[in-house]
């Protein structure tokens, strides 16, 4: 389905929809014209799209992908993946033959309205997820993430426990480092309640984290490694350079791990500049 | 051919071969890495030789005796069943084989007692799993040492299976330890990390104190984790949550409230309704009918009375009163009233100034027939609770002239 909304450059963007739309440029990107002209030809081609559904008006098919924008913004906001079974059960229904297209318009607005990349968990999993696509910036240091209880923190230094010490860790181990911060597993915490709760099973609903049995155990213990959500929200540069930054060093003490995550920076980049090429 | 010949064939195969090889080289590769210097090379040499020598050779001969044997296994299956037999009948039969590798004497008992040891060295290996993981000590090469020692008495796939899942316990365990190999240059310590952590947010003087984050206050745990929550964000990509600038009405909920409430009410009212309803219905549909048929009733208990005494008027008072219900007596009065304006009866004061009902002639009905030359009488009785206790004992009414007829 869909990876990653790309900007598409449109030979000769058809002017002809009419509303010629107000584009707010407080973002200032440079790609914002392009997603103008995407919008409105896709739409347009959408329209031309469907001569065998002659009923769906250009006003319903609006409508449509106002409601999935809607339906998902609402879902995401327990962070649990969306399903595409509930997509289309709920909003879609009947216009399920243009599925894909209202999905790619609904993207695009989220992108382009809201700054959200909606991006498929895993491949063929059908499952979708909204990220942030604006990079963190200092002024709004104050804005981001303060909404709710701040799990954020949490993950984070989870998440840097797991890829400092390899690639899983055990469950065990974990609560010995939280135990130091007055986090247990068995008493109530004033900030996250229930912390054992919170990790072993809200974060691996989210797809954070993922657990799985340590086998050969007696008190079954789980190691926790990193969950697909993870990889797509932050990277394991990011993450080892928070570690750095705690201890106040460079990242390159860490030789082995930085050479990890500069492998998985270069994994990241690398089939983008050969994907390039034009898919339309 | 045989019942199951594949099986017994591989059954055979295997025993075969762990005669053939003792020690552990015919093993995965991986083995080999947890096993620790001393007793590898040992082992590989033994082996190497047996390959060499007598093994080699066996087996070429297995190929030509192989009809023999399963001939004999199937009659001893027979008896005994499962794979265990193989060892047993492959002493007398195959007297072709190197004596050095054949068991000579399967002991029962010292099977047991093999496998027993194995057990044992599966268990303890499993409790102490925490000590020979983490710390640096040989307890795991002792524990595969042990396991060498106890395999040289191995000769039937029984034993053999435990020492293969002891083999596997044993890699695990291996695996978990080079894991804890760690070859960087700075260690990364999570007691330090901790502590950083402290000092990053500005809460170092925690530590400097002696106590611990969980000791302190509610609020320096959210400052805490508030200062760690800012940093983290900046790290992540993470969508924040859509909510609706000024809320959003929970049309669910407050739907179903009314409901309930309007729903219990309507039962509530159902559950008494039924009873006033049934009167209701009764009442109203008699009602015309019951007013008639009492006046007619009373009509006919006054004319008998009339009857049996001629021109003698009966009491008003003693007429209409029931001692025993005041409702009774203003039931008769409203009775006594429609007969009175029917002309059937006719009341007036008499010498005492008490009121009298007589009844009225049909001749004198007819002589005056126009009811309007009566002139129009209106007499209004008020008759309160008190006064018809008095009138009870004044007039020493002790029953009713009209009886009830329900």
Redesign the interface.
Known sequence: MLQKPRCRSHPGAQPDSGTSEEVPNGSGRPDAKQDTAGTLSSSSRLAQATPASELRTQKQLELKVAELVQFLLIKDQRKIPIKRTGILKHVIRDYKDIFPDLLKLAAERLHYVFGYKLVELEPKRNAYILINALEPVEEDGEMRGNQGTPTTGLLMIILGLIFMNGHSIPETEVWDFLRRLGVYPTKKHSVFGDPKKLITEDFVRQRYLESRRIPHTDPVDCELQWGPRANLETSKMKVLKFVAKVHNQDPKVWPTRYCEALADEQSRAGPEPSGSAPTS | MGRRPRLQRCAVAISLRYRCWPSESCYLPATNMSKGEGSLPGGKEKGEEMVGSLAWRYLVKQGEEEETLKQEEEEEEEEEGGLDCCSDDLSPETSGMHPDLLELAVDREKCRSIRRQYRQLIYTV?QN?EDIVNTASDSLTEALEEANVLFDGVSRTREAALDAQFLV?AS?LGKEKA?QLN????F?N?????D??LV?VGLNWVEDQGE?????D?SI??T????????????????????FVFGSFKAERSARKPRLEHHKRACKMEGNGDMPTKLRKLDMNANQETTEKEVERILGLLQTYFQKYPDTPVSYFEFVVDPNSFSRTVENIFYVSFIIRDGFARIRLDQDRLPILEPTNVNQVDEESDPCSYGRKQGVISLSLQDWKNIVSTFEISEAMIKNSC
């Open positions: 499993q799993r316990l695990d894991k070859s960087d240059m700075s990364f999570h007691v330090v990390f901790c950083l952590l990053f611990e984050l969980s000791d302190c509610d745990a959210l805490f984790w508030g200062m760690v929550q800012k940093e983290a964000t900046s790290w992540m990509l993470r969508a924040e949550t859509f909510h």
